[in-house]
């Protein structure tokens, strides 16, 4: 069985940074492709960024700078390092992982319970202005 745990969400202010962890348990060989979402209240969850087990990560257009995914293969963790937050990125953010390719931002949101087959219960992110 495989577990996704996040944690480092928080209260910042706006213009604040916060870097958001999630830890992988479990059998996760072919599990290449990792991503993070997120969900504003009365809001549709939305992809972030994938990022695939070779390093390489794609992002939406209003992550692409102020955001960075990264991950360590040998700890099981993925990161997502947020810089510059406003208000509008208040959301629960989701970590998940499976075995899609390519491992594309633009093929993940497609079907993103299709093709990701494990999630985390996420992390809260608040930012204040």
């Known amino acids: 069985q495989v577990q996704l745990v996040e944690c480092g969400g928080g209260s910042v202010q706006a213009g604040g940074s916060l870097t958001l962890s999630c830890v992988v348990a479990g059998y996760t060989a072919n599990r290449h492709c990792m991503a993070w979402f997120r969900q504003a209240p009365g809001q549709e969850r939305e992809e972030v960024a994938t990022?695939?087990?070779?390093?390489?990560?794609t992002y939406i257009e209003s992550a692409q700078g102020p955001f960075t995914a990264s991950r360590n293969n040998a700890k099981n963790t993925l990161y997502l390092e947020m810089n510059s937050l406003k208000p509008e990125h208040n959301a629960m953010y989701y970590c998940a992982n499976g075995s899609v390719a390519p491992c594309d931002v633009l093929v993940v949101a497609a079907h993103p319970d299709q093709v990701l087959q494990d999630w985390g219960k996420g992390t809260q992110v608040t930012i204040s202005s």
């Open positions: 990022i695939h087990s070779d390093d390489v990560a």
